[in-house]
């Protein structure tokens, strides 16, 4: 009834495109909800479950459709002391890399933490596509407690320096550093068919590389070193979340200032 009176408010013309648009809307929704309930009611059990077990996660807001269990961890644990107190450049020569593309630069990458501290890192990768997010869902996932941080450029370099020969089996990316390169997204990683730095799409899947690749991911052993706002690619709802207290406290002061005067 609600309904019914807001659209007899608007003029004919209005109230017919509104229509239309309740009608799609309605349309899509009933074709989404009625694959819905074929898949949480269909015949095969395992499926069935898994579906009533995603739609649950779904429900109370948490990850849903996400492997969360590491396919398979490359390499172990391994520390090694991230000397920030070198340029860019200079740690870029330390690595002896045969390349280095051109937009690998302090400008588009710039080093996050400083001091020398040490760090340590660990490598996974999934035998499967999966995009960027999911990685650093699933990754974290490994060590809820102490959850691992995607590598940025600096880890990335100290990482290549101490195992030149690793990169030369699968590509090595560091999700933590993204620059804006011409207008797009990149992230930075070690290439493997030639022992290189570069920089790809950082937009869902890592484009350009092959299906399976190595994630770099790091720890500080100096709390000094973690980046206070937590502002990498796997943390970017701190970033959303301080915005949306900033608009807020906006609107307040005014709708006060409004008040008072």
């Known amino acids: 009834m609600l309904l019914v009176r807001c659209l007899s408010a608007y003029p004919k013309k209005e109230k017919l495109t509104m229509n239309a648009m309740l009608s799609e ?6 074709g989404l909800l ?7 009611t269909g015949q095969d059990e395992a499926k069935r479950q898994q579906w009533l077990t995603e739609f649950k996660k779904f429900l ?4 849903c459709w996400v492997t969360n269990t590491v ?3 490359v390499g172990a644990i391994v520390s090694y002391v991230v000397d920030c107190t070198v340029s860019l450049e200079d740690m870029i020569k330390a690595g002896k890399y045969d390349w280095v593309n051109s937009d690998i630069t302090a400008k588009w990458f710039p080093v996050k933490s ?3 501290d040490e760090w340590e890192f660990k490598m996974f990768h999934f035998d499967r596509s999966i995009t960027s997010e999911n990685a650093v869902v699933g990754i974290k996932a ?3 407690t102490n959850p691992w941080q995607p590598a940025s450029i600096e880890h990335l370099l100290t990482y290549g320096k101490h195992n030149p020969e690793e990169q030369r089996k699968y590509p090595i990316v560091a999700l933590g550093s993204v620059g804006e390169v011409d207008g797009d997204r990149r992230v930075p990683y070690l290439d493997e068919d030639t022992r290189s730095v570069a920089s790809t799409s ?3 899947t890592v484009i350009g590389l092959p299906t399976v690749v190595s994630w770099l991911f790091a720890k500080s052993l100096n709390p000094r070193s973690l980046d206070p706002l937590g502002l990498s690619l796997g943390n970017l709802d701190t970033w959303f979340e301080i915005q949306i207290l900033y608009l807020h406290s906006n609107v307040l002061c005014r709708i006060f200032s409004l008040y008072i005067l």
């Open 60 to 63: 109370r807001k948490e990850p």
């Open 142 to 144: 490994d060590d809820v």
């Open 25 to 30: 809307a309605l349309s899509e929704i009933g």
């Open 202 to 204: 950082a937009a869902g």
């Open 34 to 40: 009625k694959q819905l309930l074929d898949c949480l």
């Open 114 to 116: 400083t001091g020398a």
């Open 71 to 73: 396919q398979a961890i």
